[in-house]
């Protein structure tokens, strides 16, 4: 998945319409977001601690930034498509899509922030 959302970033994947409606910027990190948690999930459990821990650091923080951009920034709407049959409707959502993406933001900073406190007070209390 993450390999066909660079593709559709270069140009080299079609997408519904030619059109991505986020940033490069952001694209750019869904797509490397989850190659790098194909890549953890892909190696084995011999792989480093090190690799491991650093696939699904990047990974997360990739997410996050997806997240907290989708969720947050200002004058963002999504445009929702539904069909039935033969009948299609459209509208644009300024809150459903950032209710979604600001409350797994939310959750995402609570985990990278415990992850890094967690981290920090183990460093320092194997220093002692």
């Keep these: 998945m993450g390999a066909a959302v660079l593709g559709a970033l270069v140009g080299v994947a079609t ?3 030619g ?3 986020a940033p490069p910027l952001e ?5 490397l977001g989850l190659l790098l948690a194909g890549a953890y999930v892909g190696v084995s459990q011999n792989t480093p601690v090190a690799l491991r821990t650093t696939l699904a650091g990047l990974s997360i923080i990739l997410m ?18 539904a069909s039935v049959g033969p009948s299609a ?3 644009n959502d300024i809150v459903g899509g950032r209710i979604v993406f600001g409350a797994a933001a939310v959750v995402l900073d609570l985990i990278v922030v415990a ?3 967690s981290w920090t007070v183990g ?3 194997r220093r002692r």
């Design 19 to 21: 059109l991505l409606l």
């Design 64 to 81: 996050l930034v997806v997240c907290n951009w989708s969720g947050f920034v200002p004058d963002v709407s999504y445009k929702l498509t």
């Design 89 to 91: 409707w459209q509208w």
């Design 115 to 117: 992850g890094l406190l």
């Design 27 to 31: 694209v750019a990190a869904l797509g």
């Design 123 to 125: 460093r320092f209390q």
């Design 15 to 17: 997408t519904d319409g």
